[in-house]
């Protein structure tokens, strides 16, 4: 793993958590993700599962977690079971978690081989009333693959037909919905990263530069701080920025346009979601600056009004009817436009197409209902966009916060936001290059 170790205790505390939500006398099983396939005999790298981690930290591949937390065999309670390393595997894959390691990373102490899982699992069935599944219930969820954990489910219901089974997934989604101070500052950590590459960006962008050279200045930045992408990362300028989910990542950036980016970065498996919308020759039209005004007031409007209690349906229509207000005052709406909206489409849609924000932590768009009322611990993105095909450009701006009892705080704060400090920031920049260049062409001179 390229992070610091994780302090054991934020998985033991996990796993003490949902084990006073499982019913008694229950066994619950979480699986690793598969390697995920791609052409000939290639596989994408290790993508950790999110659930595996939360109650484990455990991140290679093949991993089994059992949970049986009345068990009348104390070492059972918990258990770990990993791939046994052999020497073909050290000399083709490298380094595997040896049971100490895996004890150490995640504080369970009877780790096993997974030879030795069908035994000890069937007895665990036997003795329990209810079992516990699990599988990715996340409401988008689109892939018609079929997981390791689905894989598993199916074997499971046929080798045992009689026993009562139940979801996990509700109970894990609820839980991991409120985040802990550990994982906190794993998420300040992803967000500094964040930070850094952005900063770093606003360095470089200049018309002329391809959006492909922006994203490498991204991963420079992510690579070297023991970071990822924590999602395809959206670098798009002029009108790209109206795909929502642009990721070609492959034009130039022109004198004139705005460049559109939604990166963030991924730090032990803690996302970050970051967007910000700049001018690519350092300076805002007076119509985009106005734009960009409307966008980061109903933001701003966003993270003031994400407090305990609320919505999300409440809150995401606060933020459309203070878009159509700026709508309106930019000349893209009329009031006839809102007169005649309905409540399941507000005019503002036209421009401002998606949600104003989702829940974020160890996936970008992270598991839990947003059905029940915000509370304490929640981490949401805010995210108002405004997308005008017409004129040539989009904007979205998107921070990070958390919500506590004493209100919204920004983990994002310091990421430059104000138009106008972007635009000092990167004519800064700007005049150093210029500087720059001008020394080392008199030094060309003299020397000749
Ligand atoms: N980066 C994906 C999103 O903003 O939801
Ligand atoms: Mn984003
Ligand atoms: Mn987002």
């Not at 992803?190 to 530069?209: D, E, L, M, Q, W």
């Not at 970071?227 to 959206?234: G, H, L, N, T």
């Not at 700007?430 to 062409?441: G, H, Y």
Request: proline share 5%.
């Amino acid at each position: 793993m390229r992070h610091q170790p994780v302090d054991s205790s934020l998985f033991s505390a996990n796993r003490k958590r949902l084990a006073c939500t499982l019913e008694p006398q229950s066994v619950a099983v979480v699986n690793a993700n598969d390697l995920l396939p791609v052409n000939a005999d290639a596989t994408l790298p290790m993508q950790p599962n999110s659930d595996l981690f939360y109650l484990s930290g455990i991140e290679q591949e093949e991993s089994i977690l059992l949970l049986a937390p009345n068990s009348a065999h104390e070492t059972w309670r918990e258990i770990l079971f990993i791939r046994e390393p052999n020497e073909l595997m050290r000399i083709w894959e490298g380094h595997k978690l040896s049971r100490d390691e895996a004890s150490r990373i995640s504080g369970i102490k009877t780790v096993h081989w997974l030879s030795d899982f069908p035994a000890i699992f069937r007895q665990l069935m036997h003795e329990s009333n209810q079992v516990y599944l699990n599988q990715n219930e996340h409401g988008r969820a689109s892939s018609e693959m079929e997981t390791r954990e689905d894989r598993f489910v199916r074997d499971c219901l046929k080798r045992f037909p009689l026993q009562q089974y139940k979801r996990l997934a509700p109970l894990l989604h609820r839980l991991r919905l409120v985040k802990s101070e550990i994982e906190l500052e794993l998420m300040q950590k992803a967000v500094s990263i964040t930070n850094a590459g952005f900063k770093r960006v606003f360095r470089y962008v200049r018309p002329g530069i391809n959006e492909a050279e922006i994203e490498a200045e991204f991963a420079h930045e992510f690579i070297r701080s023991h970071a990822y992408f924590a999602y395809s990362p959206i670098v798009a300028s002029g009108s790209n920025a109206c795909i929502l989910h642009y990721q070609t990542n492959d034009r130039p950036c022109r004198d004139g346009d705005l460049l559109l980016l939604d990166v963030g970065a991924k730090y032990a498996n803690y996302s970050a979601d970051l967007t910000r919308t700049i001018p690519v020759n350092g300076r805002f039209t007076r119509r985009q600056k106005a734009v960009y005004n409307a966008v980061l007031r109903v933001m701003r409007a966003g993270i003031e009004g994400a407090v305990k209690g609320k919505t999300h349906r409440d809150w995401t229509r606060e933020a459309q009817e203070h878009m159509n207000e700026e709508l309106l005052e930019l000349g893209l709406l009329k009031p006839r436009d809102i007169r005649n909206q309905t409540p399941g489409s507000f005019a503002c849609r036209k421009y401002f197409m998606h949600g104003l924000g989702h829940a974020l932590g160890l996936d970008v768009h992270d598991v839990g209902s947003m059905a029940q009322p915000f509370e304490a611990g929640w981490v949401l993105t805010v995210e108002p966009g405004l997308y005008i095909p017409e004129e040539g450009f989009g904007i979205r701006l998107e921070n990070n916060v958390l919500i506590t009892t004493e209100g919204p705080k920004d983990l994002t704060a310091d990421v430059p936001v104000e138009a106008e400090e972007i635009e000092e920031r990167m004519a800064k920049n700007l005049r150093r290059k210029i500087s720059i260049r001008r020394n080392a062409s008199q030094k060309t001179k003299r020397s000749a």
